[in-house]
């Protein structure tokens, strides 16, 4: 795909939805490189960006065994670059909308690990205080609206998002985050149309990562090209390597382009694949393990990591100084977390309304 | 709540119109999103003629897709609008409870105090309109029953012209029940009333023999009884909630206080009901200044029948409540 493409065609050729296929629609490092910043130091810092997500996540395995988190934990590990891809497409006035499996999406927004681990102990410092955990984090001054656990929940609250935004007549894209699971919900469909009839600034990217918990894609859509049921709707609409972030910045970054532009809601089919269980709780019985295998063959870091050592812009020490700075920045959030003060019980009923609390212990 | 009087009288219809007119003209950031709300004039006629004055971006006509818009309306809210949203009807609202309970009730608490979500969603309810099963129920409790929101229940002209404002003003998500058979009531609205409270249920009628507890759209009804009592010489006394959520606790019990008896009128069925949740309020609070047990009259335990006669059968009626108040104070 060549940047000069028009960006309002609808999707091109999605192959068929099975592991290990290549992008669809575009080829990895074909585009220009982002606006303002030099190439070899970005494609760096996307690397960075993906092995502290990596990082971040296999400590809460660690942390999790050892019974220092709780709840429900879902990994984001192998599909790094969805987030960190599309994240770098997005300005500091656009918003963001999360899923329950959202450490990824968190720290490529500009959370700190400090603030999302501290929440994942539930304590006062963590970026929702302690009261939403690992599958509610939020940061309001990073415009990031959190995490639903809600399979679809979210897009709704994006599709007011981005109408608030047009209706005050700012600049910002709404990106709202789901998986292939929430494209069968009536939420997803109701909110597409509803974004392709306002032409609402959103960026619907579906991450296909061909299971809805335990459910593959073929067992819960009759049709399995995601892009081309959301073309239906009017909008642009691709379907992309998600684990290749070159190529999943450079159709983020067409297609927040052409919101900007005023072409109205553009959706991404990020075709990915989860390496670990769904959940800590899931024996993952429902999936083969040659299958899992050779989307591990796929893995974004590897990729991307091969591709700049090929290309002479890695240098070994200074990916190990990354390496050892980001078990730093984690070791330093987990010990933060671990000293971090408790939400006290007696603040309970705190945020239930905006009024103080003695007005609400009395329904 | 018979016909209008002279020229300055008005309809609930009228009132809510002009208090939606008010906060468009008010407030930039105040509009108005729903099935039908602009070219229609509104399922009940309440938004008539004001997509004219206020144009398409500020009374904005949806698909039907519930969940869609009310969510819609919640992103916005955080995104500093302050979106009034209409659902036809309490029904129809299930199809966004999602939303509501999920999204609205919950994202301030999750985020730690961060979002809240200034949002108002008004919707009918209730029955007596021979509109069957599907059209008809009263399920104020399933919302009253949502830590993070207010559940109002306007039953007067003065509460219908003036209850938006407050809302409006409120940080955080407000539910406001229109009953549908008020729609039509009319009379004259005072010339001194202006913004209401939220936290506070009124006495419509004071008494000092019984009290007659109720909201919406049996607030008539009970006060209808009241006359009937009074010509057999019980002086009742009408309590209209007007707030479901949070419930006036210090109101309930001084009425209930002073008459020592009371009764609980409610069109929603009686299990787990507001009326439910009220009877269990005197009981904690009241329960040694009782002479006799909280009565409740409220509707049958059947989905809202079509035939006029068994609707009626179904609903709370006048005659009902006077016969529960005889029966505590006889």
């Known amino acids: 795909m060549s940047a000069s493409r028009p960006t309002t065609r609808p999707r091109k050729e999605p192959s068929a939805a099975k592991p290990g296929r290549k992008a669809a629609t575009t080829r990895a490092g074909a585009g220009p490189p982002p606006a303002g910043r030099p190439e070899a130091g970005h494609r760096t810092d996307l690397l960075e960006a993906m092995l502290r997500i990596r990082r971040f996540e296999e400590r809460c395995v660690e942390l999790y065994s050892a019974a220092r988190i709780r709840g429900f934990v879902h990994l984001y590990i192998g599909e790094e670059a969805v987030a960190v891809g599309v994240s770098s497409a997005l300005e500091p006035e656009d918003a963001v909308v999360s899923t329950y499996r959202e450490h990824g999406h968190a720290l490529a927004r500009g959370l700190t690990p400090e603030a999302v681990m501290a929440e994942m102990h539930g304590k006062a410092t963590g970026c929702s205080g302690g009261r939403g955990g690992s599958m509610h984090l939020f940061d309001a001054s990073r415009r990031f609206y959190g995490g639903s656990a809600i399979v679809a929940g979210g897009l709704p609250l994006a599709a007011g998002l981005a109408l608030a935004d047009r209706m005050r007549g700012l600049p910002g894209v709404t990106c709202c985050f789901f998986g292939d699971g929430a494209f069968a919900e009536g939420e997803f469909h109701e909110t597409a149309n509803l974004a392709a009839l306002w032409n609402l600034p959103l960026l619907l990217v579906c991450e296909n990562n061909l299971y809805a918990m335990g459910t593959a894609l073929a067992r819960e859509h009759a049709q399995t090209d995601l892009a081309m049921r959301a073309a239906s709707y009017g909008m642009p609409a691709w379907a992309v390597d998600g684990m290749d972030v070159e190529a999943v910045e450079q159709a983020a970054r067409r297609a927040v382009g052409g919101i900007r532009a005023g072409a109205g809601p553009h959706f991404l089919e990020l075709r990915t694949y989860r390496f670990r269980a769904h959940s800590m709780y899931d024996p993952d019985r429902y999936r083969d393990k040659a299958e899992i295998a050779q989307w591990k063959s796929q893995d974004p870091i590897a990729r991307l990591t091969e591709r700049l050592r090929g290309d002479g812009e890695l240098d070994d020490e200074e990916l190990a100084r990354t390496e050892q700075r980001l078990a730093d920045e984690i070791d330093h959030a987990v010990t933060a977390a671990e000293r971090a003060p408790e939400e006290p019980v007696e603040d309970l009923l705190r945020h239930v309304t905006s009024a103080p609390s003695g007005e609400v212990s009395r329904p | ?330």
């Open chain 2, 1 to 330: 709540m018979s016909t209008a009087t002279r020229g300055t009288g008005t309809t609930y219809r009228e009132a809510m119109r002009e208090a939606l007119r008010e906060a468009l003209r008010s407030d930039e950031r105040v509009f108005l999103m729903g099935e039908d709300v602009g070219r229609y004039g509104g399922c009940f006629g309440v938004s008539l003629g004001l997509l004219e004055e206020f144009g398409p971006d500020r009374v904005r006509d949806t698909p039907l897709s519930e969940s869609a818009f009310v969510g819609a309306g919640i992103g916005a809210a955080l995104a500093g609008m302050r979106p009034v949203v209409e659902i036809m009807t309490v029904n129809f609202s299930l199809l966004a409870l999602d939303q509501i309970l999920n999204n609205a009730a919950t994202l301030l608490h999750m985020s730690g105090g961060q979002l809240p979500v200034p949002l108002v969603i008004r919707m009918t309810t209730g029955a007596g309109r021979q509109l069957a099963a599907q059209h008809s129920h009263s399920l104020e409790s399933f919302y009253a029953h949502i830590p993070g929101i207010r559940v109002l229940a306007p039953a007067t002209l003065e509460d219908a012209r003036h209850v938006l404002a407050p809302a409006l003003a409120d940080p955080d998500p407000v539910v406001i029940f229109e009953h549908g058979s008020l729609y039509n009531a009319a009379g004259e609205l005072g010339p001194a009333a202006g913004p209401v409270g939220l936290d506070r249920a009124a006495i419509r009628r004071p008494g000092t023999d019984i009290s007659l507890i109720t909201y919406g759209g049996s607030l008539p009804k009970a006060l209808a009884a009241a006359d009937e009592l009074a010509a057999d010489g019980i002086d009742a006394e009408v309590v209209d909630l007007r707030t479901l959520r949070p419930l006036d606790g210090t109101t309930l019990a001084v009425s209930v206080g002073r008459t020592h008896r009371a009764v609980v009128v409610d069109e929603a069925w009686r299990t787990g009901s507001i009326a439910a949740e009220v009877s269990a309020r005197i009981a904690e609070e009241s329960f040694y200044e009782l002479d006799a047990p909280v009565e409740r009259v409220c509707s049958a335990e059947v989905p809202i029948p079509y035939a006029r006669q068994l609707e009626e059968a179904a609903l709370p009626q006048t005659a009902d409540i006077v016969a529960a108040a005889h029966r505590a104070v006889d």
